[in-house]
């Protein structure tokens, strides 16, 4: 099978069920900034971290695929089985945020982002997962989008900031809060 297709070169793409959409539809945009998310975590994979962590990013690469495939069907044509995202996935990304939370002093400010490469990258990726948020909102405003999709990029934004903090935590850097300069 050959990876171009040539069918794509006018600016339009298929969905699964057929229908052929812009590229610059809102559907297409969503699903291409889960597949943008999806590529920061395996850099943030392949980083100085834990591996029960590598694991659980593992887990996520892999929801973040059913997801994009829901994106990508036709909700009124498409007939193709496509995997299922669970309300189980979502329980499960609240269960590792609650164990690393257990480790991290409580936040008395807003942090800034960084503490070292790889919880920067974390943060990246926690960016580029609240753009795919905004992006299927906008969506699920004109067309069907399953209520655990939004649920799940919601709790994925935030486990993805106490991972980068847990991560620069394991790393012995700290949390540099954000200190607001006021006129007075």
């Keep these: 099978m050959k990876i171009y297709t040539k069918k794509g070169d006018k600016g339009k793409t298929g969905l699964i069920g057929g229908t052929r959409v812009s590229k610059s539809s809102i559907r297409i945009d969503s699903y291409g900034t889960i597949d943008e998310l999806n590529s920061w975590l395996g850099v943030l994979r392949d980083g100085e971290i834990k591996s029960n962590y590598k694991e659980q990013l593992i887990e996520i690469q892999d929801r973040l695929f059913t997801i994009g495939s829901s994106l ?5 044509k498409s007939v193709m089985k496509i995997p299922d995202l669970l309300n189980d996935d979502v329980v499960l990304l609240e269960k590792w945020m609650d164990e690393m ?3 991290l002093e409580p ?3 807003f942090i800034l ?8 990258f974390c943060h990246v990726a926690r960016c580029i997962c609240r753009k795919a948020e905004r ?5 699920s405003e004109n067309e069907f989008v399953a209520d655990l999709v939004l ?3 919601n709790r994925l934004s935030d486990y993805l900031f106490i991972l980068a903090r847990k991560i620069s935590k394991d790393q012995g850097a700290s949390d540099h809060p954000w200190k607001p300069r006021l006129n007075n």
């Design 72 to 76: 990508a069907s036709d909700p009124k």
């Design 101 to 103: 939370d257990q480790e």
């Design 107 to 109: 936040m008395r400010s």
């Design 113 to 120: 982002p960084g503490g070292n490469q790889t919880a920067s």
């Design 135 to 139: 992006n299927v909102v906008v969506l």
């Design 151 to 153: 649920m799940y990029l």
